[in-house]
């Protein structure tokens, strides 16, 4: 009977218990909410970061298409009107060709 008695003595006498323990879980949340904030900040910062660099290379990879488009195209074009006599001509008017194109652009 004596350890009922203490034991509700115990659970009756809980002065500023409950205050304590509800700043403590206020603190914890705070802290969460905080730390989720950081978290979400640093994530959408990462992933700006990674749509620009993926734009970025999407832009230089359609340049780079392009060009070897415009490339083959010279290749082609002087093939067709060498008619391939011999590689020196082929070459050398390639060459020429291909000049011709970094200057106008």
Not at 34 to 55: E, F, L, P, Y
Not at 73 to 98: G, K, M, P, R, S
Request: aromatic letters at 6%.
């Amino acid at each position: 009977m004596l350890v009922w008695k203490n034991a509700k003595e115990k659970i009756v006498n809980q002065r500023g218990y409950t205050l304590i323990l509800v700043l403590l879980v206020i603190v914890v949340l705070s802290i969460s909410g905080v730390s989720i904030m950081g978290v979400t900040a640093s994530n959408t910062k990462r992933s700006s970061g990674d749509r620009d660099h993926q734009a970025v290379y999407y832009i230089a990879e359609a340049g780079a298409t392009l060009k070897m488009e415009e490339i083959k195209e010279v290749i082609t074009q002087t093939y067709e009107l060498t008619h391939v006599q011999n590689a020196y001509v082929f070459l050398q008017t390639l060459i020429l060709d291909l000049r011709r194109l970094k200057k106008i652009q």
